[in-house]
């Protein structure tokens, strides 16, 4: 019984704007290029703009404003690539749902666009609140239905 080759079509590779996620994206742009694939770019917002956002304190279009340079730069790398790049946003906390946190964020993104390989930085446990992603690593190993790539 022969193996079948793996089929990528969407990449989805969650970024906080850290350099562990800029980092992420190059992976996710070149496993995209093997594969002739697309990459999705899912900015996941921390506990603290989660909170801004949902009492009102920050605009969401604020929010969309702040994450497009570094959205841009992700674009950037994959047009250099031949890659097509989307992105979204996704709140990484929630005062309303106990159970959201990053990395339900990452795997409910990954179902919504029908993901078939995740790339997720795995950042060091360093507290900044910028960081939103060095949690989430560990969930989406232990709960994608998808290959994973933790880089």
């Known amino acids: 019984m ?6 990528v079509n969407t990449v989805l590779v969650p ?5 562990e996620s800029v980092r992420a994206i190059e992976y996710a742009v ?16 921390g506990e603290e703009m989660t909170r801004a956002v949902e009492t009102g304190a920050v605009e969401e279009d604020d929010v ?7 959205i841009d730069s992700a674009r950037d790398v994959a047009d250099d690539a031949g890659v097509e790049l989307s992105n979204s946003i ?23 666009i ?3 390989f995740l790339v997720i930085p795995r950042e060091p446990l360093s507290g900044e609140p910028g960081e939103v992603l060095e949690k989430a690593a560990e969930y989406v ?9 933790s880089v």
Request: glycine share 4%.
């Open 141 to 149: 190993l232990l709960y994608a239905s998808q290959p994973v790539l």
């Open 30 to 45: 070149a496993i995209a290029e093997k594969y002739d694939a697309r990459v999705h770019a899912l900015y996941v917002l």
């Open 2 to 7: 022969t193996a079948s080759p793996v089929e």
């Open 114 to 116: 029908d993901a078939d």
């Open 90 to 112: 996704a709140l990484g906390f929630s005062t309303m749902r106990k159970l959201q946190h990053p990395g339900s964020a990452v795997l409910d993104c990954a179902d919504e």
């Open 64 to 70: 969309v404003v702040e994450t497009e340079s570094f």
């Open 15 to 19: 970024v906080d704007g850290s350099d």
